[in-house]
């Protein structure tokens, strides 16, 4: 089954950087697009960003773009995110997922907190 394990997430101060990674196993990973979603304290979900599957198509939500660079490398099963300039409203639990049947698959998160 899907299994995706987040790690990266932190402190860190307003304008500093964090890279988030996702290590996935479970399925073939290079034949489905991947995506990062997050959740601030009291909000829903929030989309952030979407790779495809070769990496060359990437979407990102305008609150995000610029900032925030989606990548992935197939060989190693692995998703990332770099997040520059970050703010306090970037604070979130941050999620790797994969869309299945009209849902999202999704792991256990990584917490960024932007604070100082």
């Known amino acids: 089954q899907v299994q995706l394990v987040e790690s990266g997430g932190g402190l860190v101060q307003p304008g500093g950087s964090m890279r988030l990674s996702c290590a996935a196993s479970g399925f073939t990973f290079s034949n489905y697009d991947m995506t990062w979603l997050r959740q601030a304290p009291g909000k829903g979900s929030e989309w952030v960003s979407t790779i495809n599957s070769g990496g060359y198509s990437r979407y990102y939500a305008d609150s995000v773009e610029g900032r925030f660079t989606i990548s992935r490398d197939n060989a190693k099963n692995t998703l990332y995110l770099q997040m520059d300039s970050l703010r306090p409203e970037d604070t979130a639990l941050y999620y790797c997922?994969?869309?299945?049947?009209?849902?999202?698959?999704r792991g256990q998160g990584t917490q960024v907190t932007v604070s100082g």
């Open positions: 997922a994969t869309e299945r049947d009209g849902d999202y698959e």
